[in-house]
């Protein structure tokens, strides 16, 4: 990675600017919802979009040229596990027999308040190289680890949501915690980091069996208190979990029951997977307005299950896509819409380009209360964007010299290309990270 230039007051990028104006709808390739503006300037003043030009804006501004490069909104990672870089790509388990062999064991080390800020730095660091600007974020049970995350995220400028993992049962030593600790350190934390720069805090409950049902209603008492806080946690990835949880807790009607009658679903709460969940789940969440962060490349690899996204989508769930590392197995959202394509295909369902690109920018903007920042190239937002190149070696240039119009041009964009394509990463105006010539 070359070394960084300082941030200009009047920047002007050059390139392919896309983003979405709405919501796509299911199916559909020629879609209005669909902002495409080839050949044109994204004017930034500060660290905010300040308009877009046709035409060069002249010698007030700081111009690069990205001429014949694809110019998006940065990337938002609605799910995803900062200390499980250490383990992606491990082989040969399912969902809990993955968290005992692999990642609790990689979680313990981030007790260590060095371990803890180092991983955060490379976490962080692999995000942007991946043209992720923004993200919700799982860190350890160890205050330590949140700390981290929240202060090398400041210093990145980056919009990021984290919180300390609450766990007081069915986890090993050194990873368990108890009610009332945990309240005091997620007290302290908020304090400290929630709403500082463009940090958030999450009430981040690790799923239903790590957490006693005392320990739930304490967080559901967070939730209520603060209605700017978020939740994050996860829900029905896996058959025998969703089985467990039920032993667990024999007087929810389901799993997501087990969390709705504590108070931890609102408009922020971020559940990943749900994959096994029925009609009345989904009627939940849309009223609720909880949203699903659908992780296509985890469920693959860990064998979770196909989820259904047109199904939650009509029954009126707010949906965004995430990358889950370490179960998935790349930060890269390319590599994840394209897993994504190919869990619908296997429902006999097609995801477009469109729907799934949204899901990753203005939908997951929308659906994180936060659509006003950042998404999209909207006036005044928070200039999050990222630089790409339409292809990269033989056989991609080769498909897009064939591409006879937009959306089959994106679709093998998002089928082909992966962190190799990208070019800059801005984080409210500023460069954060630059391919190396």
Same mark, same amino acid.
């Given at each position: 990675?070359?070394?960084?230039?300082?941030?200009?007051?009047?920047? =002007?990028?050059?390139?392919?600017?896309?983003? %979405? $104006?709405?919501t796509p709808a299911w199916g559909r390739v020629d879609d209005p919802a669909v902002r495409f503006r080839p050949d044109h300037w994204l004017?930034?003043? *500060?660290?905010?979009?300040?308009?877009? @030009?046709?035409?060069d804006p002249g010698d007030g501004w700081q111009r690069e040229d990205h001429q014949g490069r694809l110019i998006l909104p940065g990337f938002i990672d609605t799910h995803v596990h900062s200390p499980q870089l250490d383990v992606i790509a491990s082989y040969g388990?399912?969902?809990?027999?993955?968290?005992?062999?692999? $990642? %609790?064991?990689?979680?313990?080390?981030?007790?260590?308040?060095l371990?803890?800020?180092?991983?955060?730095?490379r976490f962080l660091d692999a995000l942007l190289a991946h043209g992720t600007t923004a993200a919700v974020v799982y860190p350890t049970v160890h205050k330590v680890s949140a700390d981290a995350l929240f202060d090398a995220a400041a210093?990145?400028?980056?919009?990021?949501?984290?919180?300390?993992?609450?766990?007081?049962? #069915?986890?090993?030593?050194?990873?368990?915690?108890?009610?009332s600790e945990a309240e005091r350190d997620c007290r302290a934390l908020i304090e400290r980091h929630h709403g500082r720069d463009r940090l958030a805090y999450a009430v981040t409950v690790r799923f239903a069996p790590t957490s006693t049902p005392e320990q739930l209603a304490m967080a559901g008492r967070l939730c209520r208190e603060d209605a700017s806080l978020y939740m994050q946690t996860h829900v029905a990835e896996n058959r025998s979990e969703v089985d467990w949880v039920a032993r667990l807790f024999p007087d929810a009607r389901s799993y997501l029951d087990v969390y709705d009658r504590v108070g931890l679903l609102h408009p922020r709460s971020v559940l990943a997977h749900g994959i096994w969940l029925d009609d009345q789940d989904h009627a939940v969440l849309a009223r609720t307005g909880a949203q699903i962060a659908h992780c296509p490349s985890s469920n693959l690899f860990l064998g979770s299950g196909l %989820?259904? &996204?047109?199904? =939650?989508? =009509?029954? *009126? !769930?707010?949906?965004?896509?995430?990358?889950?590392? *370490?179960g998935g197995t790349s930060l890269s959202?390319?590599?994840?819409?394209?897993?994504?394509?190919?869990?619908?295909?296997?429902?006999?369902?097609?995801?477009?380009? &469109?729907?799934?690109? +949204?899901?990753?920018?203005?939908?997951? @903007?929308?659906?994180?209360?936060? @659509?006003?920042?950042? *998404? +999209? %190239?909207?006036?005044?937002?928070?200039?999050?964007?990222?630089?790409?190149?339409?292809? #990269?070696?033989? !056989?991609?240039? +080769?498909?897009?010299?064939?591409?006879?119009?937009? +959306?089959?041009? !994106?679709? =093998? &964009?998002? $089928?082909? @290309?992966?962190?190799?394509?990208l070019v800059a990463s801005y984080v409210a105006g500023r460069a954060r990270y630059r391919r190396s010539p």
């Open positions: 990675m070359t070394a960084l230039p300082p941030a200009a007051d009047r920047l =002007a990028l050059r390139g392919d600017l896309l983003d %979405f $104006t709405g004017l930034v003043e *500060g660290s905010r979009v300040v308009g877009v @030009s046709a035409t388990t399912e969902l809990l027999d993955w968290l005992n062999t692999y $990642t %609790f064991p990689a979680e313990q080390r981030y007790a260590d308040p371990v803890a800020q180092a991983g955060a730095e210093r990145r400028g980056m919009r990021l949501i984290t919180g300390k993992v609450l766990m007081d049962r #069915h986890a090993p030593d050194g990873l368990r915690d108890d009610v %989820f259904d &996204w047109p199904r =939650a989508q =009509a029954a *009126g !769930v707010r949906l965004s896509v995430a990358s889950d590392v *370490g959202t390319q590599r994840t819409l394209a897993d994504g394509y190919k869990v619908q295909a296997l429902n006999g369902q097609r995801l477009t380009a &469109w729907c799934g690109l +949204h899901a990753a920018t203005l939908g997951a @903007s929308q659906a994180l209360g936060l @659509s006003e920042e950042i *998404g +999209h %190239f909207g006036m005044d937002t928070l200039a999050d964007v990222c630089i790409w190149d339409w292809a #990269h070696g033989t !056989v991609a240039d +080769h498909r897009l010299s064939l591409a006879r119009e937009l +959306h089959e041009k !994106v679709f =093998a &964009w998002i $089928t082909l @290309s992966d962190e190799r394509n």
